[in-house]
């Protein structure tokens, strides 16, 4: 009887053994297989960044330097992207930017889907991926010329795509990595960040239509405020961008990155007349488009 027990105990300790064995075993697999899916991500953005970035090498004669000094308004040089876009749409028309930001580890391409959720699991090249991609909210302006301009990625635990987005919550190292840009194919986009928090995933941080210049103000002062070191913006501001990606601190937390646009010495861009009049058209061209949609979908 004794031995039977003795036999029935070993044979469950056994059983819980090889059940323990196997949980370990899938769980170091998945584990394992996350590790070398984010290290391939890496591997391929670090192989973009290689490919796309362009050297700009000037040579002026003696003769274009001495009508330089001649002229007393030297023309503008023509601006040229350090990546080469060419390049990156043959390999994804989604493509409309490149983020970097000195001293971190964000250097990624931007695109932008028909949806959020494509590029919330596929990578540049649109494979399936737990890392994503860096992508712009399908409902902001694919130019960077609208009012609000929201970019997502994810927070890695390997430190890459918006990691070091969070880490901007730390006062000295948003004063440290304050000033960063945004290249597209026409322009450099200077940014200065002006605010940073966690907080709930509100869907009024995507609000991309505004009725005038003052309700975006408005706005743009209740998405700053809760940073009790965000900077002090110039008002009536020209657009605001948005970068969002994962937190920890409360159930379903998200970090947000706002910053304006900023000149060469890294002053704010405010809205002149003539932006706010073409914000006022944007939104009356997106109106009557929307209106246009409802119409068509009501004779279905």
Same mark, same amino acid.
């Given at each position: 009887?004794?031995?039977?027990?003795?036999?029935?105990?070993?044979?469950?300790?056994?059983?819980?053994?090889?059940?323990?064995?196997?949980?370990?075993?899938?769980?170091?697999?998945?584990?394992?297989?996350?590790?070398?899916?984010?290290?391939?991500?890496?591997?391929?953005?670090?192989?973009?960044?290689?490919?796309?970035?362009?050297?700009?090498?000037?040579?002026?004669?003696?003769?274009?330097?001495?009508?330089? !000094?001649?002229?007393?308004?030297?023309? *503008?040089?023509?601006?040229? %992207?350090?990546?080469? $876009? +060419?390049?990156?749409? @043959? /390999?994804?028309?989604?493509?409309?930017?490149?983020?970097?930001?000195?001293?971190?580890?964000?250097?990624?391409?931007?695109?932008?889907?028909?949806?959020?959720?494509?590029?919330?699991?596929?990578?540049?090249?649109?494979?399936?991926?737990?890392?994503?991609?860096?992508?712009?909210?399908?409902?902001?302006?694919?130019?960077?010329?609208?009012?609000?301009?929201?970019?997502?990625?994810?927070?890695?635990?390997?430190?890459?795509?918006?990691?070091?987005?969070?880490?901007?919550?730390?006062?000295?190292?948003?004063?440290?990595?304050?000033?960063?840009?945004?290249?597209?194919?026409?322009?450099?986009?200077?940014?200065?960040?002006?605010?940073?928090?966690?907080? !709930?995933?509100?869907?009024?941080?995507? *609000?991309?239509?505004?009725? %005038?210049?003052?309700? $975006? +103000?408005?706005?743009? @002062? /209740?998405?700053?405020?809760?940073?009790?070191?965000?900077?002090?913006?110039?008002?009536?501001?020209?657009?605001?961008?948005?970068?969002?990606?994962?937190?920890?601190?409360?159930?379903?937390?998200?970090?947000?990155?706002?910053?304006?646009?900023?000149?060469?010495?890294?002053?704010?861009?405010?809205?002149?007349?003539?932006?706010?009049?073409?914000?006022?058209?944007?939104?009356?061209?997106?109106?009557?488009?929307?209106?246009?949609?409802?119409?068509?979908?009501?004779?279905?």
């Amino acid at each position: 009887m004794e031995d039977s027990k003795k036999s029935g105990r070993d044979t469950l300790w056994k059983i819980l053994v090889c059940v323990a064995l196997l949980v370990f075993l899938v769980s170091g697999g998945l584990t394992l297989r996350s590790y070398l899916a984010d290290k391939r991500a890496q591997e391929e953005y670090e192989r973009l960044a290689r490919e796309a970035a362009q050297t700009t090498q000037e040579t002026i004669t003696i003769e274009e330097t001495e009508k330089q !000094e001649l002229e007393t308004e030297p023309e *503008k040089e023509e601006y040229q %992207s350090p990546y080469d $876009f +060419d390049t990156l749409k @043959k /390999e994804n028309p989604d493509t409309i930017g490149w983020i970097h930001i000195p001293d971190t580890k964000i250097s990624y391409p931007i695109v932008q889907g028909t949806d959020n959720d494509f590029y919330l699991k596929h990578d540049f090249n649109g494979e399936a991926s737990v890392a994503g991609s860096i992508y712009l909210d399908y409902e902001s302006e694919g130019d960077f010329e609208g009012r609000n301009n929201i970019l997502y990625g994810h927070n890695m635990k390997n430190g890459s795509m918006f990691k070091d987005i969070v880490r901007y919550k730390d006062p000295s190292y948003f004063k440290e990595h304050q000033y960063f840009s945004i290249y597209t194919p026409e322009r450099e986009i200077r940014l200065k960040a002006v605010s940073c928090y966690y907080g !709930e995933a509100k869907p009024i941080v995507r *609000k991309t239509r505004f009725k %005038s210049q003052e309700a $975006f +103000d408005e706005f743009v @002062k /209740e998405m700053i405020a809760p940073c009790s070191y965000a900077e002090t913006v110039e008002y009536p501001v020209k657009a605001l961008y948005t970068f969002v990606t994962c937190s920890y601190e409360i159930n379903d937390a998200r970090t947000f990155l706002f910053a304006v646009e900023a000149d060469e010495q890294g002053n704010e861009i405010t809205a002149d007349e003539e932006y706010q009049q073409k914000m006022t058209d944007l939104m009356i061209k997106k109106a009557e488009e929307a209106e246009a949609v409802s119409k068509e979908a009501g004779k279905k």
